[in-house]
């Protein structure tokens, strides 16, 4: 599994300014991962944007850019990311201590409390080898059995 931070704003695949977007995606990776290994598919891939500021950004179009920017660094082409995530977290409205960060590199975590405290914007990128047990339905039942 691959995991970083990017102190920056998400754009869509329309936007302006794509070339400096996709080499602060790279340069926000090798930061992390300074000589990673080239994953072939099938890969999930996870893209959350962190905001301190009000924002209509759709959770819907923040990953495609992503990929597209790791495309021929971290794999080959971004069709080998076969199962996708993304979300959109206000931290104006709390609940940080809610999320599961287990699993999160360590030095990925520590750069994500720092931008949490410091940065409007930035996102968290997570990818690594699909696995067949991700594919789940009735999301919204927690494990002990409530429904939300």
Known sequence: MYAFVAPTRPRS????????????????????????????????????????????????NISKPVWDSLEGT????????RWR????????SGGVEVLDVTRVPEAVLADLYEMIDTRDHFIYVEFGRLHTPMYRFGLEEHDDGDQH
């Open 74 to 81: 971290a794999f080959d082409d971004d069709r080998s990311i």
């Open 13 to 60: 695949v329309q936007a302006k300014h794509t070339v400096r977007y996709k080499t602060a995606i790279r340069e926000a990776f090798l930061k992390y991962v300074p000589d990673p290994e080239r994953l072939s598919a099938p890969l999930y891939g996870v893209v959350y944007y962190f905001h301190n500021v009000k924002t209509d950004t759709d959770a819907d």
């Open 85 to 92: 995530v993304a979300g959109v977290f206000d931290l104006t």
